[in-house]
């Protein structure tokens, strides 16, 4: 990384800063990532770990990355809940399994953004 | 000195940083480890949102259009989930009833042959391999496919096979219910042999009966003066059929006196277990168009079985070019059951007729495969089978029968059972046959097939007719060319008691049973009231000595008898009906017991005794008992009975006018001083055998003082000793009224364990395992149909919980409140709701 440089950056380290620091470039970015993030979580639980790690790459710091995992996975359950329509009801009536759902749909994200502390 | 400094900062935090990266790192990774963990992960692929396999189960709709080879049909769904289907003809209702039936009820429909078959182990690991066991060795399922070959190529034969083909339709094209996404597993096809389980496992429900084993072993254990609390007539004066004349030889039909030697209380007590929960029965009745305001003919049905998530019925209204049939019948089969068409209507109670019966074999001592038959040795027939059992090993047992039937052992002792139930039975034809009856005669006519479970059927027809009839092959039993009655245990190795005409597994000729046409019946009564009570006083042959005790039908008959002309709110309001007719006879005689006693020999309320030494201050019933929730029938306080407690709960009594309410005081204490009252009686005799060894309500609310269970203690100090029992137990669990102790928990799903939601809501709960609205808490048993039907009109009903199986539907209990008070809504023949789905050829 070369600080202050001036000239586009082609490394895939210059591209990922671009997306953490120019805001267009960081919209487009989450939306990607929280595209991509929601496909992985409807194929496999783990895929809510992978979503939380996408849009956490993208945040300028660990800890908007913790912010934006958690972000995410409201956004998991508000998408399963509307997925759900009227059968919402009886879902959440079953405790403790939606529990499960609830804590996976919000923790796992969250696990999954730390990776921003890594990379 | 500050580039060191720099330098010395940079070091460290650089150092902090890769601290903190490894611990980010290892946070990570056992996060994801952990959550990869073969629990953690299946509890995740489960229920994980989004990608979990529960939710597939949610929202499911049935398909708009269903290719059929059977012919064009629709299917709409009404408001509360009752499939209407419209058909060119026969099979293509019958394939379209086996779409709906597999799309509401698929979990039902699996569970209930793997019952039957001995396959639960599979699914539910080792705590059913028992159970699978038992129903290997009776060889159900041998019996459901002998049932199925003559079946076969009659015309209803080709309906079975077309309803099979309409589930397996369904489980094809429709995501799955919700409990196979818990267990993680698919259904295998449908087939006819199937269908016929699902009917022999109602037939074993009503009939499966091992009385003559326990009184085998009551006369042994206890002494043969003990009989006498299991009389095989109850002297009460409300039969079925009254004032029946009969020129019948009833001479030989009085009951066994002598049971005969018992076969050991393991066996005895692994068999009981198989039964049905007491209280298994029905009330039904009908009336004639001169005794209702319309003019036309009343049946009112309230079958009584195990309440179940979901319902042991299945609703359904079909109509074709032949009939237009609406009523219940259990998912399965694809014929309603019990129900109304445009010609008449009819209800079905058991009769506790018996029809299985036990044999003792003289075994070989040097070869137990060998048993002495008719002078000669024989071997058993044995076959090894082996049950799956999920995260276990699989079992291996050898399945033995003899000329009888299947042989059945524990510790050593053996027992060949024959049951009417197990040789192919042509009950599917009786039932299509009813269902789509014109009137009287056809009914009589398709009764003739209606080979078991022994069944009080009652119908009225739109002409007026009405009729009661007993349905089932009654067996008769000869001793020395003398017929005998059943409930003994008969000599095998001699043939004793034989049923001729009888084949195990295989076609019968019946020929050594009772006709049809002496079969107890009254054509065109003024009416009938059917509650599993003593059909008749002088019957010409013996029918059975496991009758319910005559508290509903008494209470059926003081009201139907004086009535004026009714109407059908009156029918609705009788089945409802609260009225505990033993404590009419029990509560007064409590009452006065109280004005007599001498509080001084009732001091020590936790004795069971009247001399104050230690008693069984464990007096309680068997801890699985939900009749006695407190686990412990005798009071904990020690010492001085509180005197103004007993006379405030004598005040409620006196007050209470006998009817089992949620709301009512009286209701509560009289039901747990009734419990009390039992538990005092029987425990110190029958306490070693066992609960299920209790003579029954009739027996205990008439036992005379001397009387072998009082054992020189007088009936009226029990009765009070009972009292206070029962008011310390209502007073420590803080009870106010009956509702507080007698609710709807224990109805539940098979799961409910494990998940608790797919149980319905616990509610209080009206009624006893005496009133007509019947409730039995502790089996949870009670009406798990009501239905009130003017023949050839209009008709109500109500089911206990929802039509549909599915967790997620809007009809998973929508009517198990109005059940629970007593309400109904109607059950009528025109179709209703919008077209879902459409069955065809050639949809492609």
New interface residues.
Partial sequence: MTPGADGPATTADGRLDRLRTEPRAHAAGLVVATGLG?LA?????????VGGALVGLVAASLRRAILYGLAFGVL??V??AL?????LG??V???P??Y???G??VG?PV??S??R??V | MDETDERTRSDRSAGADRRRRAVLAAVVAAGVGGLSLSGARGLLETFAPLSGRAWDAAGREPAGEVDSPYGDATVRYDGLGVPHVEADGEAAAAFAVGYVQGFDRLFQLDLGRRLVAGRLSELAGEATVEDDEFHRRMGFRDAAEASWEPLADAPVGGLLEAYADGVNAAIDDEPLPLEFELLDYEPEPWTPVDTLSAETQIGWALTGEFGELRRALVADRLGEEFLALYPDRMDHDAPILRGTATDGDTAGVAAADRPGEPVGAALTDWLSAFESPRGTGSNSWVVSGEHTESGRPIVANDPHLELTVPPLWYEQHVRTPEADVRGVTFPGVPFVIIGANADGTWGFTNVGADVLDCYRYEIDADDPNRYRYRGEWREFDRERQSIAVADGEDRTITVRRSVHGPVLEREGRTVGVAWTGLAATRTTEAIYGISRSGGLEDVREAARRFDLPTQNLVYADADGRTLYQLVGKLPIRRIDGEAVPGDRIFDGSAGEGEWDGFTPYGESSWEGFVPFEELPAAVDPDHVATANQRVADDPDHYIGVAYATPYRGRRLYDVLDGAAPTEPADHRALQTDLRDERAVELVPALLSALEDVDWDGIERVDETGDDGTAGDSEGGGDPGDADDPGGDGSAGGPGAVDAAAIADAADVLADWEYRMDRDSRGALVFARWFEAFRERVFEPSFGELGESYYPNDWVLATLPDGSPPLDGRSRETVMVEALATAVAEIDEAGWERYGDVNTTAPIDHPFGGEAPFLGYADRPADGSRATVKNYRASSAVGASWRMVAEAGGDAWAILPGGNSGDYFSAHYGDQFQAWVDGEYRPMALEPDGEVSITFGGDRS
């Fill in positions: 929601v979580a409807w194929l496999d639980p783990l895929g809510l770990v998991v359950l998408v399963f997925s759900l329509g009227t059968t009886p879902a009536g079953m405790v399994a939606v499960l759902t609830l996976a749909g796992m696990l999954g730390l990776v502390g890594l």
